[in-house]
């Protein structure tokens, strides 16, 4: 049974550049959570996605945004890349009841 | 005031020592919490759930104390594999969003 999959793995953009990330959750769950962790901190909550609508969103710009699948999966946009947005980015999968499944996590450094 | 503060450490600690951890939480509506385990460079696991009786699994012990809003993470007899960033995470019932902590770095030594 897989687990959560993000992709890519790591990436580098430059500065003004777009970006999307990917997450598949695990099978059977139907809600994705996205988070941003920056180095030496505690992951930041992004948004949540729940039948393909956006539920709840954290502290975050409109430059980030999403989308969810019917199959579940989701993306993650942002827009403008600046310098701190370099950061792990973290795809949590959910199900009521059920404790979150992470995915390894998607690693952007914009220069 | 952070919703969930920790203490960053390092917290350096021989093997075989038992060491210990606190986490408070401002939100006092929160009702699940939670201790995650994050290695260098990859994403949290959940190392264990916090309930209001306190738990144990294996040499971890969690307390959970409403009153003073904070919450334990007790790791006895420590090995090396232990040396981690330790995540205290607190949620709502009526917010979806987890709420983390910016971890506590611990190195155990031989």
């Known amino acids: 049974d897989a687990g959560v999959t993000q992709s890519p793995t790591h990436l580098i953009k430059t500065r003004g550049q777009q970006v999307t990330l990917r997450c598949s959750p695990k099978s059977g769950h139907d809600t994705v959570s996205w988070y941003q962790q920056a180095l030496g901190q505690g992951p930041q909550f992004i948004f949540q996605?729940?039948?393909?609508?956006?539920?709840q969103r954290g502290n975050f710009p409109d430059r980030f945004s999403g989308h969810q699948f019917p199959n579940y999966s989701s993306e993650l946009n942002v827009n403008a890349l600046l310098l701190g947005d370099s950061a792990l980015y973290l795809c949590?999968?959910?199900?009521?009841?059920?404790?979150?499944?992470f995915g390894q996590g998607t690693r952007l450094t914009v220069v | 005031r952070k919703e969930v503060e920790q203490d960053p450490g390092p917290f350096n600690v021989p093997e075989g020592a038992t060491v210990a951890f606190n986490c408070t939480y401002s939100n006092s509506a929160s009702q699940s919490f939670f201790w995650y385990r994050q290695d260098c460079r990859k994403e949290p696991k959940l190392l264990m759930s916090?309930?209001?009786?306190?738990n144990e699994d294996g040499r971890f012990t969690a307390q959970l104390n409403r009153a003073s809003q904070y919450i334990s993470l007790l790791i006895r007899d420590s090995k090396l594999s232990d040396s981690a960033t330790y995540l205290c995470?607190?949620?709502?019932?009526?917010?979806?969003?987890?709420?983390w902590g910016a971890g506590t770095k611990l190195i155990i030594k031989p």
């Open positions: 996605y729940y039948e393909e609508e956006e539920r």
């Open positions: 995470v607190v949620n709502s019932l009526s917010n979806y969003q987890l709420i």
């Open positions: 949590a999968s959910s199900l009521v009841a059920e404790d979150p499944a």
């Open positions: 916090v309930y209001s009786s306190g």
